[in-house]
């Protein structure tokens, strides 16, 4: 079974960057189209940005285009989300898994806490 696990989350003032990660067991990985979630205080899990197996495209919710970066590294089992000019709006608890329906899903790490704030 596949574990995630999420880092690089923490404090930030606005217009700040995080670069967070998340590192995946087992050997499949590598054939997942992967997504970063996240989930505000009160609000409903949403997903934020997708990439495919290889890595070569890449989407992005209306809300973080042009400022987060979704990137993988399959010979490491690792996903990456770089956060640029983050926002208030940007706080939530962010989690990894494989993006598509819900019978896609795996079990959800911890997740890592991004809070903006000045």
């Known amino acids: 079974q596949v574990q995630f696990v999420e880092s690089g989350g923490g404090l930030v003032h606005p217009g700040g960057s995080l670069r967070l990660s998340c590192a995946a067991s087992g050997s499949m990985f590598g054939i997942y189209r992967m997504g970063w979630y996240r989930q505000a205080p009160g609000k409903q899990r949403e997903l934020v940005a997708t990439?495919?197996?290889?890595?070569?495209?890449?989407n992005y919710s209306d809300s973080v285009k042009g400022r987060f970066t979704i990137s993988r590294d399959n010979a490491k089992n690792t996903l990456y989300l770089q956060m640029n000019s983050l926002k208030p709006e940007d706080t939530a608890v962010y989690y990894c898994n494989r993006e598509g329906s819900k019978w896609l899903i795996l079990p959800w790490g911890q997740g890592t806490q991004v809070t903006v704030s000045a």
């Open positions: 990439i495919t197996s290889g890595g070569n495209t890449a």
